[in-house]
């Protein structure tokens, strides 16, 4: 009798180790299979990234979620590059297709707010213009910092959903209220120069004739923001050779000059490039080899917007002329303020 209760006491104990290797069985397949799976999605990931396949990239987004997909990208591009901007685009148009209004909580400060950009998109090809005030409100409960990018992003939008007629986007941007209406304008201003929903050949291209055009001949009341995004087709048409670049904003109205060459400024930052002298000497776009001052407090303000190390920033006020330097370290003040509560550090 007491055999028999020990062997019924082994046979426990055997059954509970049995159970034990079971699950540390289970437990390291699952392991190892969840190590393929996220190899296998990061590989997939990255070749997707690597050929700007955009399409692809949405079929990825809803596969695996907005969320998860936007937390690949931020691991992909952790310096906040802007060569991301286009992918979160497209992470916002799959957060609105999969979860509406609710989706627009996903979007934060990355990538130039690319997120917002391809929320508004979407919600204004979905739901019409006619809804555009609902989605106004969206923007405007973000906040002070945060809703002007929002605002930016329906101009986007309008633009897209007027199949890029120029008058009748603008014109949707008066439905807004005042305040939001400047941010619509140049976000319209700027879709129509990128065209992020169309393909390469129907973009616009510039020539000889039409580098000033329609900026030259359009309303006086949309000139500078149709300036300012003027500069990013010159970008492209130039191929980024910037000195050429600053005298075309010299050939325009006196008082744009300082809209176009800020511009500028944006866009050499948005190449990616932090090291002050290649930022400096980038800027001298002016006879003589000189220095835009203009152009320099572009770069401070794309860099502060962007998140980039606030030092580099604050370092290229010194390279500022003596009569503007001082203009520049306040500046630089307030936008640091914006910064704190932007990114929190």
């Known amino acids: 009798m007491v055999v028999s209760k020990k062997s019924a006491q082994l046979k426990q104990i055997y059954s509970v180790l049995a159970g034990l290797l079971v699950l540390v069985a289970l437990f390291f397949i699952s392991l190892a299979l969840s190590k393929y799976f996220l190899k296998n999605t990061t590989g997939q990931f990255d070749e997707i990234i690597a050929k700007k396949d955009y399409q692809a990239f949405a079929v990825f987004a809803k596969s695996r979620g907005p969320a998860k997909t936007y937390d690949l990208l931020k691991k992909k591009f952790s310096q906040n590059e802007p060569q991301a901007h286009d992918f979160a685009h ?21 990538f130039n707010y690319g997120c917002h950009h391809g929320f508004m998109e979407s919600f204004l090809s979905q739901n019409g213009i006619e809804q555009i005030s609902q989605i106004e409100q969206a923007c405007q409960g973000l906040g002070i910092i945060h809703s002007p990018s929002c605002l930016h992003g329906i101009g986007h939008g309008v633009m897209i959903d007027s199949a890029y007629d120029l008058n009748t986007a603008l014109s949707s941007c008066r439905l807004l209220t005042d305040f939001a209406q400047s941010y619509c304008f140049d976000g319209v201003f700027m879709e129509r120069v990128v065209g992020s929903m169309l393909t390469a050949e129907n973009r616009i291209t510039m020539t000889p004739e039409t580098l000033q055009v329609p900026c030259r001949d359009i309303d006086q009341f949309y000139k500078n923001l149709c300036w300012r995004n003027q500069v990013i087709a010159w970008f492209v048409y130039f191929k980024g050779d910037t000195p050429s670049i600053g005298s075309q904003c010299l050939q325009i109205e006196p008082e744009f000059r300082r809209t176009c060459l800020e511009s500028l400024g944006h866009n050499i930052t948005m190449t990616g490039s932090q090291d002050p002298n290649s930022l400096t000497n980038l800027c001298r776009v002016l006879p003589d080899n000189a220095v835009s001052d203009e152009c320099l407090v572009g770069v401070i303000k794309e860099l502060m917007f962007e998140g980039k190390p606030p030092q580099i920033a604050e370092n290229l006020c010194s390279q500022i002329s003596p009569a503007n330097r001082q203009y520049c370290f306040s500046l630089f003040a307030e936008l640091r303020a914006q910064y704190r509560e932007r990114f929190g550090r």
């Open 90 to 110: 497209t992470i916002g148009i799959v957060a609105h297709e999969l979860q509406g209004l609710k989706g627009l909580s996903l979007c934060d400060t990355a």
